[in-house]
């Protein structure tokens, strides 16, 4: 069966619409998978396109108060995204990001019939 093309332009000699022709040897293609399976080098993954700018705002802010608090920042969601000049949910989702791929650890702190107290972030251990 021939797949038909719906576009009116012409296609290269022995291609058939939606299908790609077959690679050079010697030359590989670049695979989603294998990108997935390999590990990310933290150092470059905020300018990777991991992070946007707003959440590598985020970020600074919290490294900052890691620094500042003797290796944990105890800051609110509220004060990180007024330190760094963001929305509460840009913060939320730079820490759920950077807590996914090891580059911060969050222990939190809950509290049964009181108001929660902030979440501990600290350094990863990668």
């Known amino acids: 069966m021939k797949v038909q093309s719906f ?3 012409p296609q290269p000699s022995g ?3 939606g299908h790609t022709p ?3 040897p010697g030359f590989s293609t670049y695979s ?3 990108a997935v399976e390999e590990p990310i080098n933290l150092s470059t993954a905020i300018y990777m396109g991991v992070f ?3 959440e590598q705002r985020v970020l600074q ?3 900052k108060a890691i ?3 003797g290796g944990r920042c105890v800051g609110t969601l509220a004060m990180l995204a007024r330190n760094s000049n963001t929305s509460r949910s840009t913060t939320r989702n730079a820490i759920s990001r950077a807590v996914e791929i090891g580059l ?3 222990m939190e702190r809950r509290s049964f019939c009181a108001v929660s107290l902030p979440n501990i972030l600290t350094y990863g251990k990668r």
């Open 104 to 106: 911060l650890e969050k």
């Open 61 to 63: 802010a919290i490294f």
């Open 32 to 34: 989603l998978a294998s």
């Open 52 to 54: 946007s700018r707003a």
């Open 22 to 24: 077959p690679t050079e």
């Open 7 to 9: 576009s009116n332009a």
């Open 15 to 17: 291609q058939t619409a």
């Open 67 to 69: 620094m500042e608090g």
